[in-house]
């Protein structure tokens, strides 16, 4: 009988020790602070005068922040949103699982889930734009700092054209690439944000001209720059030209430009 109860203890002892134990990794929250800051400016002041406007560019203001996890770390895996908040331009204080984050800032909205995290994220942004849409991103260890900042980069041209008396009143300058008009800025311009390219088609009705005559503007462009057309006087209804200058927000470059 002794016997008996001795192997009994002995089994029990033998499963006490092979059975597993769960741990459990908890993350808590932190108190931590995020800057949001755009690097799109205004017109520099050494303008010409004969192309100023008094227009001001509609910059975002808010955005939302999408905190995507750069570890795995208790109940949270790589790549993983954890949370999206709205944030404003400036510094701002938020509470977010301790960990370190891939943290997307912009003010577009897509319809995909998860685009912001593509390679080509900008890209989904349409051709033209009537609106500034920004894109920024950064990686934020909120693991081992309370701070961290996200620069919100403009992938967009300003395309402006000085209205004309020339200009067909009725028809107004259109961008081809994203089949929208241009928006008249209310002091004599017409403006449209475009990316990368930009394919406008002008009408022009010369005094006592039946019907109107297309003119093009066709160019690429580089982001975060401001492109003004100033139309010269044509000498027949035939011919034409345009001046572009290019504002480089620290210096003017200017560029002859034909009519096709």
């Given at each position: 009988?002794?016997?008996?109860?001795?192997?009994?203890?002995?089994?029990?002892?033998?499963?006490?020790?092979?059975?597993?134990?769960?741990?459990?990794?908890?993350?808590?929250?932190?108190?931590?602070?995020?800057?949001t800051k755009s690097?799109?400016?205004?017109?520099?002041?050494?303008?010409?005068?004969?192309?100023?406007?008094?227009?001001?560019?509609?910059?975002?203001?808010?955005?939302?922040?999408?905190?995507?996890?750069?570890?795995?770390?208790?109940?949270?895996?790589?790549?993983?949103?954890?949370?999206?908040?709205n944030?404003?331009?400036?510094?701002?204080?938020?509470?977010?699982?301790?960990l370190?984050?891939?943290v997307?800032?912009?003010?577009?909205?897509?319809?995909?889930?998860?685009?912001?995290?593509?390679?080509?994220?900008?890209?989904?942004?349409p051709?033209?734009?009537?609106i500034?849409?920004?894109?920024?991103?950064?990686?934020?260890?909120?693991?081992?700092?309370?701070?961290?900042?996200?620069?919100?980069?403009?992938p967009w041209?300003?395309?402006?054209?000085?209205?004309?008396?020339?200009?067909?009143?009725?028809?107004p300058?259109?961008?081809?690439?994203?089949?929208?008009?241009?928006?008249?800025?209310?002091d004599?311009?017409?403006?449209?944000?475009?990316?990368?390219?930009?394919?406008?088609?002008?009408w022009?009705k010369?005094?006592?001209?039946?019907?109107n005559?297309?003119?093009?503007?066709?160019?690429?462009?580089?982001?975060?720059?401001?492109?003004?057309?100033?139309?010269?006087?044509?000498?027949?209804?035939?011919e034409?030209?345009f001046?572009?200058?290019?504002?480089?927000?620290?210096?003017?470059?200017?560029v002859?430009?034909?009519?096709?």
């Amino acid at each position: 009988m002794k016997k008996l109860s001795f192997i009994l203890f002995a089994a029990v002892l033998f499963f006490s020790c092979t059975k597993e134990h769960e741990v459990i990794v908890v993350v808590p929250n932190v108190e931590v602070q995020l800057s949001t800051k755009s690097v799109f400016n205004v017109e520099s002041e050494d303008f010409r005068s004969t192309t100023r406007s008094a227009y001001v560019h509609q910059y975002p203001i808010n955005y939302k922040a999408y905190f995507v996890a750069n570890e795995t770390k208790g109940p949270y895996t790589s790549g993983q949103l954890v949370t999206t908040i709205n944030v404003i331009e400036g510094m701002q204080t938020i509470t977010v699982p301790k960990l370190s984050y891939k943290v997307y800032v912009t003010n577009f909205e897509h319809t995909s889930e998860g685009w912001y995290t593509w390679d080509d994220a900008v890209d989904q942004m349409p051709l033209a734009s009537d609106i500034l849409y920004l894109f920024g991103s950064n990686v934020i260890d909120y693991g081992t700092q309370l701070t961290g900042e996200v620069i919100v980069k403009n992938p967009w041209s300003a395309i402006m054209i000085e209205d004309h008396e020339y200009f067909d009143p009725n028809r107004p300058p259109r961008e081809y690439n994203s089949g929208t008009d241009y928006v008249a800025t209310g002091d004599g311009w017409w403006i449209k944000y475009v990316r990368n390219h930009h394919n406008t088609g002008i009408w022009l009705k010369y005094p006592g001209m039946t019907g109107n005559l297309q003119r093009g503007i066709s160019s690429d462009v580089l982001p975060n720059k401001v492109y003004k057309y100033r139309m010269s006087t044509p000498t027949t209804s035939e011919e034409g030209n345009f001046t572009v200058e290019v504002e480089k927000f620290d210096e003017v470059i200017e560029v002859d430009w034909d009519l096709w």
